[in-house]
Structures are given as structure tokens and as C-alpha cells.
């Protein structure tokens, strides 16, 4: 029925794919480039400041004593030290100072040792800057740490330096180089290039979205039209309601998927030239929509794989066992949760994988899924007998429940539907063939 | 039958999970602080004590000579060396010491070059203590240490310190500092908060699980009478015995469930209030009585999805099935316990994976679910040919036979019983429809 | 109907499964050697000129400091350094010295402070040379190091220099020693040893391969003939056109593997006397040639394990199987076409696995095929808030969507189609037994 | 038939099972002990001895300058240095001494930098004693060193060293302590204590495997001897040869197995009490028979399950698909060994998985079942583009066709046996009704 109208939408969902993964690909490609530098000076200063710092694959920690806080006189000739272009921030004229603050308790007496502790719960912050200037002709270091760490009240000590660099590396690829602003922990970026290419360009992904968007929704509205049409007419015509499962049969969900994936690309691309124009710097957010629009884009291209016969079996067989897997992952979840819940209480204290309950979740789904389970077995050796046992019995029946019985009842469940799915369609075909 | 009675009952369940989730949620986070904390501290001690200490991937050990005995000098001096609240523990007054133990064989003369010995098996045990206040005014610290380890008789040297320390991060989320006491390797803690909140919460649970337990038992008691009447009744009227599997099916086996459940949250809860009034300190037990009762609560969940229909086939299915798998899994573990007993014995002395008949058993059931082969096999490699050879056939025999084979006959199992009650409810059903 | 002239075939394709293999087998077994010398060597050589070097296991980096600049000296002393067989190449007599070579920007003034530039584009490039000789004798090392690095403006500093060695191991093995040319960073050899046995079996292999190529190709061409004749046959008699699926019935696509696999062959055997007569040395080239050559052949085997009917329904379960398979991976593509796209673009500046489009491609085909999932999990974890939710989302929904829907499809399709070429096969027999 | 004969035969085997597991599990614990006490000893020597040592996850190399070759000095102060029990050999009063050996080749002129040689490719040896106890008084510890060693001409240098330690742990465990002989790379031990009880408990397990054995072999000649009556009557009266198919028949398979069991368990108990008697040390064959033996005495297990009909059922269906799955296999192994062969030419110089040919075929092995997969595809990375290429389309066609098309087809195949099977008894079981 809705067919005769399909051409002069599917040239402009073929030329929308285009131009949408285009616009992905040269955005990501720039953020590619930045973030390789970003992160090849972030590593470098954190084995510049942090001393015996060690990229373990299993986390980072430094261990300091009491002594190893003077590590800041390394800031003081960062200029000398590194290779790549640095300078120090410059404010009015002033350079901005490294800033080294302590966060502690106001006013407490602790002694461990009695077990007793007197604290005032309110927090104070302490810092004291040093700048790069002054400190280079005064060479006894020690004296601007007259700081007086208060190790009894101490919670945490932070650094806090600002930084700026210029990417020349991206000169070669006729890119204007962009300046960054480090500060040692969390990193910011300055776009300085306008590109008015990549402005129009963007423009024209919002024009073409914004066409396909009002092409669908006009037929979705006209569905709905029809639906209520069709709804008053079977109600004055056989006093009957129509049900909601038919009502829906109205509404292609296909298009509410364009509708979807076209408001996220606007607003996305939206976000992309303000943060191009350095209106905005919210990255995080324009490439969750960004991504996720391209995504719904692609996956709307199986709608038109569904219009060939072979093709359309496997379609329909996975949205018919849709309902099914999602009513026996609710069964499974329960059985899940506990596991979640019963492995976080019980061996979260003897474990990585089990310390917080989103990780004891993510291991178990792991572990479902073929993951390193000998080293999950492993960790857990050298513990008392029962927590030993425990987390045998938990491993071993966890495991074999889920991936024996659960996955093995997917299989069933998607064979089962396809073959129902083959002998309708079987059954359907010498039908239409009569009627013709 | 039994469903009028259930909307109570349910109601009952509904809140129990509910507040049995909050208390084991509470429970958790709690423990979750105080563990990172202790971690934190222990690796900071083992770097700090032990000279030369890595934390590698695959197992931590530290080499000693005889010349690095000496690192007891760092403790003396430990409130000057860590940033944490630190202090000696002190009983009656007075400092308690560093102990520094060896054990040993009473009398020996050993000659390994003559291949003799002439041993008294009998351990003795030999300490000397090392007081924080003392050795602080006198430098010479090998002094002390005029403990003579006699290395030819020497089986152990173990470190006993005890540490106390605060944690006043948690002073931030509005609780009281927890104290800990640190014994090198093992560690305690003591809880000084009583927090009558949880208490009370714990009260709330403990009746909670008892109405439940008390409602299930009567319906299990009456289900047991019935049948007992039943039994007579047949035997009286037809004179034929009742088979067990009928007598089994007066017996709701979801009311087992949930009387186990209750049992254990209550014990569970109980030795919960038991450890927050510094009653006993057993956390393991408790732990795992919470986690599993928490876990047969979320399974109980099923039984109440069980009541839609679609719901039901997948759950029926998985029981269906499940004394099949069970059948199965006997023979497959005849041929696993095989693998196991063989791999130890030939491979053991060659791969650490196989050293210990458990991590067999482990390691094998990793392989079955998609473990990390290739590492397993490497590790194999410069041997005498004999047994690389041996460990071949052995790997690829055992993966091709579990993988290949037993897996697949799983999937087998169930998709072949998904079809049998799939097929079984089509025709009872209209059945049902007759009796209408 | 073509199987009267196979023994004939049959016997050059054994022929020629055998010498291709036992080519293939002397050639890698060379190269083995080869590559386990250069690899050691080089490893030996970052070691001793890289000052820092650690070989991780995720990634190599060293960091340098301005000051490190000068490792070089080892360099002049290497002959006395290094256990193995070393000498620097000498061109007319002179030695060919070591050259450091820095590339900048021809003409800039960059104040990162005040984020401004003014860069030439252009690219200079400034070697110095060390001679090996000369400086032995003055010990002042800095001084040939005025080549006076230019920060500001640096883009890469390289190291260029050539060593000699000779791979005494091998004469052990009753082969010439190869001599190698060492660049520090990409290693070429040069072979001095004709083996004019390889030299003649290569040659046979040539010959094999192409009495194959003539007998398969005059096979094919007889095949294409016969097409046409019954094309034109149909054409007349029945005025009907043939089908193109009936005419490819006519050409036997295992003819058309073999003239592939004996092209592949003959050129890349020709490739192999060229290398080893000093003429030419693309050995990537020449080694994918045979390697695929002989991936072909082996496969071709298969044919004639179809000659067996139980071995025939597996193949013939295969190849039916196939299309579907094809058609099915068309729309899985789509949707992790999608996938990729959105990974990349929000998840790339966050996670190493997701940087650039080909790793995510990877990243995801991995974890569809069981790979280590936590650790992909667990590097997501401190990132902001939305990041973090962002990347839950997209993990979970894959995993489930590929792992249970996708996997389980294809498991549906094999096992239906086996279903149904074995139902075929059965009730063909009986037919056939009429026939005879 | 055959089952009249059965609950003597069945005792006999239980009890095997049950002294056997005894043997093999006391066996393996006590080398457990022994194990665990040499690997720490090596390690412990490892890191002694071998300058720069690290134990790395993927190999362990150490790097020499010429420099580094005089750390023979430690081992003379071996006494003074390490805490365990260790003395050096005394033969015939004398202290056996370290054997510093080179092999070298006798007669050579290397000049690398023309790329001339002119070797003698005769293997000379060459070592020198340093004896424990002269070597403490006179300390110029280069003095023995004037060995000279010609890196020209060096091929190797080992160092040979006798150690011996008594493992004093094993006296708690009631056993009398076990003399080692270290050799720094192989290790070999010998064995003190002849345990009379072992002896007595092995003569036990080889009088019951014989009597096993004898009951065994003779019901399989009782099964001969009746084919062959069978056979002639059947060639008498009705004129036909009978098939080997029905011939097999008469031979029960599971006496096969225990008497194949039965014979390795008595040869590996004799080599047992053979190692404890300091007869011979060959531990490799001694444990590969007792392994073998216990394991096939396990797989017997299943053949008492098989009396249960619900356990048969699935016995019988690996059995029946096992035919299919091994011809199945055949055709895989094709295409396999194809891509093994193909995978090593090509892809061996870049990565180390796939260096030689054994390791490419364990690597692929380990990727079909679900292996870290990213980790192949990382190292991969950083190579000439062709290859990069190749190896990406080299990976992506082999998982996807192994995984997708063939594990597929194995779990069609098992599925479609279970049902066959199934029906064929459900078919059969009425039959037999009626014949009663």
C-alpha cells in the first residue's frame, strides 16, 4: 500500500546515510588525532611529576612516604625538561602559578592508639602557589614547602598546574595546529580554526535531515489519520473495539526509528557547530548523539534489505523471537541478580572482579560469554575454607547454569521460531498464488 | 487449588525482597569503604616492609639472602614514614612490640653434602620482640638482632606487628570512624558504631522472613497431611500404594525455597546484629548466609512470572530438561574426573595450572567455557619431547571431545525438550478448551 | 559424466598437494631461522641504544628528557659491547658512519604562552654523520653533538645506522651462513647462498603446477564449449533461454580453484627463484603468493572426499548453507556497521580498544567471539557520568543482540539446512534404485 | 546376553577404581611437595645466578654485555647467601666444581664488514673448573677467568653447577626428607626413602589390574572363539560370508578398554615401584602410564551408567555421531591445515604467534574456541601494508568460517543424532512389549 511513494524517500535516506557517516568519519578523525597527543604528553607527565609512577595493566597507584612530596621542583624546569613546546599559562601578564592544596579536617586530635578521635567534620582546603618565574633564582626548594602537611587531618593533597601546548604535528596535514590547556589531571581543548567547510557541511547534514524528518512524519501522521478512521468506522460499523496490537499494525516503526535518528543527528549536529565556533565545549554529549543517530541510520537500512524475499526470513524470524528472548532474559535476570547481589556480599572482600556491584555485574556477564574465568578462580586461592568453597560452588554452578542451560535455551528458542517461521511462509506462498 | 490464598502471601513476598535487597545493599556499601581502605593500607605495608615486594599478575613472591634480613628498621620508624593515621597499639601502657618468630627443628645436623641428617622433629618456636619506644634513641639496630638464625634448622620467619589506624574518609559520609587493627597477614577490624538505625532495620527483617517462614510451613505442613490423608485414602479404597512421585507432588517445592530463604535470613540477620554490637566478629558466616538467602529470594521471583503463560514454557522447559542435563552431566564428569586425575599427574610438574588437583579441575572447566588456550599450550613448550607430545594429544583430544561433543549435546537436550512441551501444551490446550 | 578421466588428474593433483607442501615446508623452515636471529639481535639492540626501553606488553615507549640525547656513544663502541658477530659496513674502503638526523619546520617562532605561531610549512632535514673510526680516539663525545636541536621547531629525531652479522648458528644445520644488514629500525637481508637444489625444486614445483593449470584449463574451456553448443541447441529446439544458474552447471568451480591455485603458485615459485638468486627481495610478496597457493590446494582436497557419500552430505550442507549464511551476514553487517561507527566516535577518546575504526572492528568481532570482556568493561571505568552510563548501554546491548540473537540464527540456519539436504537425500536414493 | 557373568567382574572393577585413584593420588601428592620445593629453588638460583633476571609473562631472556660474564663469583659464597640447605656435591672427598663450558668453532675467520668467512665447521668444547673451596681465599676472582672467550667464534656458554638440599618441610608430614641434586637447568632427583607401604600398596594395584586383566581376556577370547563357530555354521548353512560390522559384534569394545587400562596400569606400577627403589628415575613414562591407566579406568565408569536406560540414551548418541562427526572432522582439517600452512609463511616473520608451525596450529586451535582474539589482531598492527591487509582478511574468513559454519554444523549433527536415536527407541520399545 505504502509502496508507490518509496523511490523519492529512499534517494533521500541513501544520500542521508552518506552525508551522515561522511560527517562522522571526518569528525572522528580529528578527534582521533587530538587525542593521541593528548594522550601521549598526559603519560609523559605523569612519569615527569608523579614519582615512581608505573603503568601496571591492572591499575595505577604510587606509593609516597612522607618524604617523596617535594616533587614539584621538576615543574620549575619543565621548559629545560621536555621536548615538545611548552609554556606556562600567562594571565594579565603574570604567569599562572602551580597550585599544590591540601584538603583536611578543621580542627581534630586523633589517636589511633587509644581509640579515640575528637574531629570537627567541616573541611578546609589549604593552597599555596608557586610560581615558575620567581622559584628559578632561589635555589633551596625546600622553602616554599613551609606547607606544614598536617598528616593527622590530611584527606587529600592535589596539584593543580595549567599548562599550554601547540599540536604542530597537525601542520602537516594542512590543519591549523590547535593549542591545549593541560591541567595534569583533567584536559580541556581550545578549538582555534574555524572551519568553514566542515560549518557548511554540517549545515547541509541538518537541511537533509531535517527533510527526511518531515517526510516521515508526515506519514506517521497520516497513519494515525487512518487509524482513528479505521477505528471510529469498525466501531459504527460492528460495535466491536479494535484491539492495540491492530492499532499499531497503523504505525510503521520504521519511521519512528527515522524520527528518532533524524532529531538526533539536528541536535547533534547542532552541538558539533558550537563547539566548532567555541560556543560550547560539551564533546561528550554531540558524540553520544552524533554516534547514536549514525547508528540508527545503518541499522534502517535492513528495512530495505527486508524488501527481498531470502533476506526478509531472517528479519522476521529475529523480531518474532524478539519477544520471546526478552520474556526468558526477565526469568534469567532474576536468577542473575541474585548471583550479583549474593557474589558482591560474599566475596566482594576477597576480590577485584566482586568489589562494587557494577562490577560484579560485568564479570558475570563476562563470564557467561567466554571470559578469563582460570584467573577468576584463581584470585580467589589463598582465602579462608569457606569463603573458598563458597565461591567454588557459586563459580562452578553459576557458570554451568547459565551457559548449559540459558544459552542453550536461546538456541532453541531461535531455532523453533525460525522453522515456524519458514513453514508459514511456506504455507502463506501457494495461497497468494491462487489469489493471483 | 492453592491459588486462591495467594495474593497475601504475595504481598508478603513482595515486601520481603524489598527490604531483604535494602539490608544486604547497606551491608555491602558499608563493607565496600572499609575493604578498599584496608587494601589500600596493606599494599602501602608490603611495600613499605617487605624490601624488593612486586605486585605481579601471576603471584607475588620476594627473594631473600641472608644479608636482607634487616628490614625490621622501617617499622620503628613507620609514623614518621606514612601519611595515614597510624599508631602503635598500646596494652596496659606500654607499647605492643614488633615480634620477629622463627621456627625451627629442635636439634639437627644436617650434612647435605654427605646426603645425612640427623633430625628431631620436633618445632620449636623463638621470638624476640622489638619495642617502637626503645629503639628510637639507640642507632644500632643489627643490636637487636642478635637473634642467630640458625638457617640449617630454620623452617619459617614470620613478622608479627599490630597497627592501629582510623579511617576518617568515612567521617565525610556522616559515619564514625571505623578503627583498625592490623596484623601484618591477617586483618580484623572492629567496629565501634553501633548504628541502632540498622538494627532496628535488621529487627524488621528478622520478622519479616519469619511471617513468611510461618505461613509457608503451615501451607507445607497442610500439603503433607493432605497427602498422608490422600495415601490412606487410596490405599483404603483401591489398595494400591502411592508412588513417591505422587506423594512428592503434594509438596510445594517453591514454599522449600522460600522456608530455606527465610532460615538463613533470619540466622543471617541475627549474627548481623551480633557483629554490629561487637558481639562476635564472624563476617564470612554472615555473609554468606545473607548472600544466599538474598539469592533463593530472586529466584523465588520466577515462581511469579511462572503464572503467565509464556512465561511458563521457558521455565517449565528448563525443568523439564534439567534431570536430563543432570543424567548427562554424571557420565560427562566420569570422563572429566579422568581428564583431571591424568593431567595432574603427567602434567603437574610442568605447568603451573596443573600443579594441584582442584586447579585441574579448574582450569579444564575454564578451557570447556572458552578459556585462554594458546596460554595454556605455550606454557607447555620446552619440555621433554615425551611430554610435550603427551600434552598435545591431551589438550586437543579433551577441547575437540567437551567443546565438540558434550557442549552440542546439550543444546541437543534442550532444544529437543523445548519442542516436547512446546508440543504438549498445543495439545493439552484445546482440551482445556473442550472442559470450558 | 566427467568422472572417467580423473586417475589421471587425480594422480598430478596428489603430486602436486605433496612437493607444493614440501616447498612451502623448506622455505618457512629457512625463514624461521632467519627471523628468530633478527628478532633477538634486535631486541638486543633497543636494549642497548635505547636508554630505558621495557618491553610491555600492551605497547612500547620511552620517554626522554632533553638531556638523554646522548645514547649515542654506545653505538661507537659496539664491537666491544655485543657477544655476537658485528662489524659496520664499510663503502670504498670508509666506514658508513652513523647518522643522526633530525627533521623541523624551516623557520618558526611559536610562543605556546600566548597561543600564537608562525610556522613555514616547510620541512628541513639535517643529518650528522658519526664516524666509528675517528671517534674512538677523542673521548670528548660531546663534541660531535653540536648539531644543536631545535625544540621549538622539532618534528622527529632518527637514527640511522648499518651493521653487519653473520649467523653462525646456521652452519650447524649444514647451510651457508646469510649475512645481514641491520637498520635499526627496518631490517632487509641479503641472501649470498644459492641453493641450486632449491633452485631445481622450485623449478619442478613450476612444472607440476602448470601441467595442472593445461589439463584443468582445457577441462574448463571444454565446458564452456559444451555450454554454448547446448545453449544454441535449447535456443533452436525449445525456442527457450538458458538460465544463467543452468549454463554455470557447465563449468566445474573446482577446475577454476586449481587454475587459480596453480597461478598463484607458478608466479609466486618464480618470485622464490628470484629472491634466492639475489634478483629481487619482496618477500612479503612471494610468501602471501604460496601461502595462499597452498592454502587453495589443500582445500581442494575436499573435492575428492566428496566422492564419498557420507562425506558428501557435510560438504553439500556447507555449500547449500552458504547463500543463507551470505545473505544473513548482509544484514548483521549493517547493524555492526552502526555499532562501529557510534563506538568509535564517543567511546574513542576514552578507551585504547576503541581509538581508531579498524581496532573498534576488531574490538567488536572479538568480543563476539568470546574474548576478554571484563578488561574491556573495566578501562571504561572512570570517566564521566554519561560517558560511563554510555558505554554500559552500548556494551550490553551488542553483546546480547550478537552473542544470543545473531550466533543463535546461524546455529538455526546450519542445522536446518543439514535437516533438509539429508530428507533430500533420502527419498533421492530410492528414485535412483528404481532407476538401476 | 552377556550380563549373567556380571556382578564378579563389577566388584573387581570397582575395587580398581577405588585403589587405583589411592595409588595415583598419594603418588601425585607426594611429587606435589617435591614440585613446589624445586621450582621455588630454581627461581630463587634463577635470580642468584642470572644477572638482570625477570620473570616475564611471555618469556624470559636476559641481555650480557661482554662485561656481565663474571658472575660465576656468587655462586662460591652460595653457602653465605641463601637461606635454605645447600651444600656442594663431594666426590671422592672432593668438591665437585662449576663448569664454566663454551662451544666454539675450532678454526675461523669472521670479517663481517666484507662479508668473507672462512669457518671450520667442527664443534670444539672447552671448560674450565672453579673449585668451592680454594676460590674463597684468594679474592681476584678474574684470575680464573683468563678462559679467554672468542665471541668470533662463540656459540654457546653454559654454566654447570651441583648442588644439594635437603627439604626439610617433609618431616612434618611424616616422611623422611628427600635429597636433591640441583643441576642450574635440568633437575633431577633421587630418591632416599624406600616407603615399604607404597611398595605393598602397588603390588596390591598390580595383582588387581592382573586379575582384572585375566577375567577380561578371557570373555574377549570366549567372544573370538564363538565368531568363529558362528562364522563357519553360518558359512555351512546358509552359504554366506558374515561382515566384520557383524563380526565386531562379538567382541565387547569396554573389555578392549580395561584390558588396554589394566596393562598400563601394571607396567606403570612396576616402573613406580622400580623409581622408589632408586632402580631407575624415568618419572615422564612412569606418570603418562599410571595417567593413562586412571583415566581410561574412569571413561570405564560410563559403561555401568549405560545399564540405566536414560543414561544409555545419551551414550548412545555420542556413539552413533561419532562416525559423522570424526568423517566431519576430516574435511575440516583440510581447510585447517590449508590455513596453518598459510598462516605460517605469511604472517610468521611478523608476530610471534605464529612463528613456527606447531604454534600456528595451537593458535588457531585456541581462536576457534573463543581465544583473546584482539591480542592476535594488536600485534598485527605496525607492519608493511600488504601484510596488514592479508593478515586481517586471513583472520576475519578463518574465525567466521570456523566458528559460524563449522561448530554450527557439529551441533547439527549431534542434534540430529539425539533425535534419531530417540526415535529409533521409542519405535523399538513396543516392539519388545509385544515380543513379551
Redesign the interface.
Known sequence: RARGRKPWKLMIQIVKIAII?IQ??T??LS??MM??FKDENL??FR??FLKGYK????GT?V?????DIHFVADFLGIQ???????????VNGQFTPLSLCQEF?RNSS??????T?D?D?H?DKDCISVYPGESTENNNLASPFNLSLD?????SVNVYLTL???N??T??HNEL?D?YDFHTMSVTQTF?LIDYLLLWFDSVVILACFTSLLLCTRSVIKGVQLQFEFTSFFHSHYNKDVTWADRMEFVNGWYILIIVSDTLSITGSGLKIGIQTKFMTD???C??L???A??????G??RY?GFFK??NI??L??RA??P??I?????AV??Y???C??????L??YHD?F????RVT??L???I??????AT??HMRDK?Y??WL?S?IYL?SF??LF???V?????????????TI?HHQQDKLPVSQLQA
Chains 1, 2, 3, 4 share one sequence.
Open positions: 557517516t562522522l568519519v569528525f572522528g578527534n582521533e587525542v593521541t603519560m609523559a612519569h615527569l603503568d601496571h595493566g591492572l597507584y606509593l609516597y612516604t612522607k618524604a629545560n625538561l621536555t621536548v615538545g613546546n611548552l609554556a606556562y599559562e600567562r579536617y586523633i589517636d589511633p592508639g587509644n581509640e578521635f574531629i567534620p573541611i598528616f593527622k587531618r590530611l584527606l599550554k601546548t601547540i604542530l604535528q601542520v602537516r595546529p593549542c582555534t564533546y561528550d554529549v558524540s553520544i552524533l554516534g547514536t549514525t547508528m540508527l541510520v545503518w541499522v537500512v535492513i534489505l531470502k533476506y531472517l528479519i524470524t529475529l523471537a524478539f520471546n528472548v520474556r526468558f532474559c526477565c526469568c532474576m536468577i541478580l541474585g548471583y547481589f549474593c557474589g558482591w556480599i560474599v566482594g572482600p572482579k568489589r562494587t556491584l557494577d560485568e564479570c556477564f563476562s563470564l560469554n567466554g571470559d578469563d574465568m582460570y578462580f584463581l579462608s569457606m569463603v563458597f567454588r562452578y557458570i554451568s551457559i548449559y542451560m544459552l542453550s535455551l536461546f538456541i532453541a528458542l531461535i531455532t523453533d521460531t525460525y522453522e519458514k
